[in-house]
């Protein structure tokens, strides 16, 4: 099946352009262009290569994606000159939901909307069923989603915080040493701290802020999504020592104790004898 007809509608109007506005601007005559549209006549390779050339997006793209299927962030990506098909990545389809002004909001996925998330983060009736909210300091170019955090492998960001992400549609645009979200197929949802390996051995590896947890490396196969972390909400204050300075101080007063214990325990010197004022007896 083709969505070129409806692609370029789509596009056009997107541009608030008229079909002749579009037809005057490619050369070629007005019902020309309402019969691609209308789907009455098909165009031939030199159309295809004309309408590629003014919305700056592939053939491939114009011919099989279904661009009204798109969240609105995905297709201004596409605007600006992002096409999956030229940089070799694959196409992702994101659930969304949007207000009642048609902005897209930022969907919250609480610790036990993680189960449902799982399988559903790609089901437009679980998506929005997900509480919404709006943080108008975030790009509007841009979706964002907040997922609860769990555990302590991310301290000093607290266990319950909220972690606001943006949605990362290239994967190979992963920047090491920045903290993500990444939605695993073994693990589910995981907040970690990521080295890019995609284009040497295809995979990421994920590690912890918390020393105590080693790192692990999981195979784009296993990806799901991925949201790069913008900030977090959270009602606790982080403590101010890092984990690490935490075990170096736990080290240091327990030396103090088993160096107090050992005093304790060194046996007493005896006492040197003392003189008779009368003499030996």
Not at 21 to 29: E, G, H
Request: net charge neutral; with cysteine; proline share 5%.
């Amino acid at each position: 099946m083709s969505f070129f007809a409806s692609n370029i509608k789509l596009l056009r109007k997107r541009r608030g352009r008229t079909q002749d506005d579009v037809a005057f601007l490619l050369n070629m005559k007005r019902p020309t262009l309402s019969g691609y549209e209308n789907e009455v006549a098909q165009p031939g390779l030199e159309a295809l290569v004309t309408f590629s050339k003014y919305y700056n997006v592939s053939i491939d793209t114009l011919i099989k994606v279904d661009l009204a299927s798109l969240a609105e962030s995905q297709l201004r990506q596409l605007e600006r000159g992002y096409d999956v098909f030229v940089s070799g990545s694959k196409l992702r389809v994101l659930a969304t939901t949007v207000d009642s002004d048609n902005e897209e909001n930022i969907e919250l996925v609480s610790e036990k909307a993680k189960a449902g998330y799982r399988t559903g983060f790609a089901d437009p009736e679980f998506i929005k069923v997900l509480p919404t909210f709006q943080m108008p300091f975030l790009s509007k170019q841009k979706k964002y989603r907040s997922f609860q955090v769990s555990g302590d492998s991310m301290l000093p960001i607290p266990e319950g915080s909220w972690v606001t992400c943006e949605f990362v549609q290239n994967w190979n645009l992963i920047q090491n040493r920045h903290a993500y979200v990444i939605h695993t197929l073994d693990d589910g949802v995981v907040f970690k701290v990521a080295e890019n390996l995609i284009r040497s051995e295809g995979k990421l590896r994920l590690y912890s802020l918390n020393p105590i947890y080693e790192p692990y490396e999981v195979h784009v196969n296993d990806i799901r999504e991925v949201w790069k972390f913008v900030h977090f909400i959270s009602s606790q204050i982080p403590e101010a020592n890092s984990p690490m300075e935490q075990l170096s101080n736990q080290f240091i007063q327990l030396k103090k104790e088993v160096e107090s214990i050992k005093t304790k325990l060194k046996p007493k010197q005896p006492k040197g004898k003392t003189g008779n004022l009368f003499g030996d007896e």
